[in-house]
């Protein structure tokens, strides 16, 4: 059974992400303890509320020099929701600008359409090749938030592959998962998002 860790900084869902990675097949442990975190098969990183106080709080756990250790060594890591939004350069929330991890270029800014924040269940478009969504490409998964990555590209060039990107839409398109080497993350909550979820976190499990 894989091991997978779940960063414990003090974000929301936990608790609820731990239970869904169970039921997907992992072995979990909540902690913040860095020697774990390095070892798991997998690390995890949730994220609820604002950009900026996701990164303080991250900061102060040094999570940085853990997700380049761990890639650095082709250790899968995931991300969800904020926890997503942090591997990008910064996020613009309410004018102020924050740092982000830096993992990928671009930023985090608000979605334009009518209803704010975006709640509720939302189809994706999958891109190709896509290990996430094997499966279940035409299903539909559980958003909460205000604030996303729009238009965006990564320059690749051979030898090295492009990311997969999976997009979906609220008033306009934005960034809804990225598989990016051993780097994923996803905006919506697959640890709400029922069967589907399961299925992807099931998917993510298989990859370690």
């Not at 731990?18 to 020697?35: M, P, Q, Y």
């Not at 940085?64 to 942090?86: E, F, H, K, T, Y």
């Not at 509720?120 to 205000?146: A, N």
């Not at 008033?171 to 598989?179: D, I, M, Q, T, Y």
């Amino acid at each position: 059974m894989k091991k997978v860790v779940v960063f414990d900084y003090g974000s929301g869902n936990v608790h609820s992400a731990c239970r869904a990675l169970e039921e997907s097949g992992a072995s979990v442990t909540l902690t913040a303890d860095r020697k774990q975190a390095l070892e798991a098969d997998g690390l995890l990183i949730p994220g609820v509320g604002a950009f900026s106080a996701v990164m303080d709080k991250l900061n102060q756990a040094h999570v940085a020099s853990l997700l380049d250790s761990r890639l650095a060594a082709n250790r899968p890591v995931m991300g969800i929701c904020v926890g997503m939004q942090v591997m990008f350069e910064k996020g613009l929330e309410h004018g102020i600008e924050t740092e982000g991890f830096g993992q990928w270029p671009g930023q985090v800014e608000m979605l334009q359409a009518q209803t704010l924040p975006h709640i509720g269940w939302s189809q994706v478009e999958p891109g190709e090749k896509s290990v996430l969504f094997d499966g279940i490409e035409r299903e539909r998964f559980y958003f909460v938030h205000s604030y996303a990555v729009r238009e965006w590209t990564l320059d690749v060039q051979a030898p090295f592959v492009p990311p997969v990107l999976t997009w979906s839409e609220h008033g306009e398109k934005f960034l809804a998962a990225v598989e990016n080497g051993p780097l994923s993350a996803t905006q919506f909550h697959p640890e709400k998002s029922g069967a589907a979820g399961l299925k992807l976190l099931e998917n993510w499990i298989s990859t370690l």
